[in-house]
C-alpha cells in the first residue's frame, strides 16, 4: 500500500508538471508581453518623476529624451512585437526536440529492457535445470559438464544499459557478473543467493515497463 501510495504521488506531481508546462508553453509570450508593459509604463512613470530628475539629472534627462517622444510606444510595442516572435519560435523548436528526444529515449529504453528480458529468461531456465539436477543428487562433481549461459545482449547494448533506473543497472551488472563465472554446475552453489534473484528481477523490468508505457501515453 506504502509503494502504491508513493507511485500514486509520483505519478500526480508528474502530471501536474506537464500540465504546467502545456500551459506555459503556449501562454509564454503573453507573459512576457505583459512584463514589458509594465516596463513601458515604469519608464515612462520615471521619466515623469521629480525626484528621478532631483537626484539624477543626467539620467532624467535621457529618459525624457526618449521616452516622453510621441512615437515611444509604437516603437516600443515593434521591437517587443519582434523580440517576441523571435521568442516564440525559439519556444516551439526547443519543446519539438525535447519531445522529439524524450520519444526516441523512451523507445530505447524499450528495446534495451525487451532485449535484457528475453536474454534474462533464457538463464532462468538454465538456473531452473541446474536447480532441478541438484535436487536429484547433491554431488554435482560425478557429472560437472559446462553449461550455457547467456550474457551477449549484455554486452551488445554497451553503455545503453546505464538508461536504466541506477538500482535496476546495479542489481543488473550484480547479476550479469555472477552470470559470466558460472561455467558448471557447482558455480552455482557459490552463487545461489544472487542468482535466484533472475525471476524477481525480471518482473521488476516488466513493471518498469509497464511505467514506461503509461507514462509515454499519458
Same mark, same amino acid.
Given at each position: 500500500?506504502?509503494?502504491?501510495?508513493?507511485?500514486?504521488?509520483?505519478?500526480? !506531481?508528474?502530471?501536474? +508538471?506537464?500540465?504546467?508546462?502545456?500551459?506555459?508553453?503556449?501562454?509564454?509570450?503573453?507573459?512576457?508581453?505583459?512584463?514589458?508593459?509594465?516596463?513601458?509604463?515604469?519608464?515612462?512613470?520615471?521619466?515623469?518623476?521629480?525626484?528621478?530628475?532631483?537626484?539624477?539629472?543626467?539620467?532624467?534627462?535621457?529618459?525624457?529624451?526618449?521616452?516622453? +517622444?510621441?512615437?515611444?510606444?509604437?516603437?516600443?510595442?515593434?521591437?517587443?512585437?519582434?523580440?517576441?516572435?523571435?521568442?516564440?519560435?525559439?519556444?516551439?523548436?526547443?519543446?519539438?526536440?525535447?519531445?522529439?528526444? @524524450? @520519444?526516441?529515449?523512451?523507445?530505447?529504453?524499450?528495446?534495451?529492457?525487451?532485449?535484457?528480458?528475453?536474454?534474462?529468461?533464457?538463464?532462468?531456465?538454465?538456473?531452473? @535445470?541446474?536447480?532441478?539436477?541438484?535436487?536429484?543428487?547433491?554431488?554435482?562433481? @560425478?557429472?560437472?559438464?559446462?553449461?550455457?549461459?547467456?550474457?551477449?545482449?549484455?554486452? +551488445?547494448?554497451?553503455?545503453?544499459?546505464?538508461?536504466?533506473?541506477?538500482?535496476?543497472?546495479?542489481? !543488473?551488472?550484480?547479476?550479469?557478473?555472477?552470470?559470466?563465472?558460472?561455467?558448471?554446475?557447482?558455480?552455482?552453489?557459490?552463487?545461489?543467493?544472487?542468482?535466484? +534473484?533472475?525471476?524477481?528481477?525480471?518482473?521488476?523490468?516488466?513493471?518498469?515497463?509497464?511505467?514506461?508505457?503509461?507514462?509515454?501515453?499519458?
Amino acid at each position: 500500500m506504502r509503494i502504491s501510495s508513493r507511485f500514486f504521488g509520483k505519478y500526480c !506531481l508528474h502530471l501536474l +508538471k506537464k500540465i504546467l508546462l502545456y500551459i506555459a508553453v503556449p501562454l509564454s509570450p503573453l507573459i512576457v508581453w505583459f512584463i514589458l508593459v509594465i516596463n513601458r509604463n515604469l519608464l515612462q512613470y520615471l521619466a515623469c518623476s521629480p525626484w528621478l530628475k532631483y537626484y539624477f539629472p543626467s539620467v532624467s534627462s535621457i529618459l525624457r529624451e526618449d521616452v516622453v +517622444k510621441e512615437n515611444f510606444i509604437y516603437y516600443f510595442n515593434s521591437a517587443a512585437l519582434s523580440g517576441l516572435l523571435t521568442l516564440f519560435g525559439v519556444i516551439v523548436t526547443v519543446w519539438y526536440y525535447y519531445s522529439t528526444r @524524450q @520519444q526516441e529515449l523512451i523507445e530505447r529504453k524499450f528495446f534495451v529492457i525487451d532485449e535484457l528480458i528475453a536474454e534474462l529468461k533464457k538463464n532462468r531456465r538454465m538456473i531452473e @535445470q541446474i536447480k532441478a539436477r541438484l535436487e536429484l543428487t547433491e554431488d554435482l562433481n @560425478q557429472d560437472n559438464p559446462e553449461i550455457k549461459i547467456y550474457t551477449d545482449a549484455w554486452h +551488445k547494448l554497451g553503455a545503453d544499459v546505464a538508461l536504466l533506473p541506477r538500482r535496476m543497472h546495479m542489481r !543488473l551488472s550484480v547479476l550479469y557478473g555472477c552470470l559470466a563465472e558460472c561455467k558448471k554446475p557447482m558455480d552455482y552453489c557459490s552463487r545461489k543467493q544472487t542468482l535466484d +534473484k533472475i525471476a524477481g528481477l525480471i518482473t521488476d523490468m516488466h513493471k518498469y515497463r509497464t511505467y514506461l508505457g503509461k507514462k509515454e501515453v499519458y
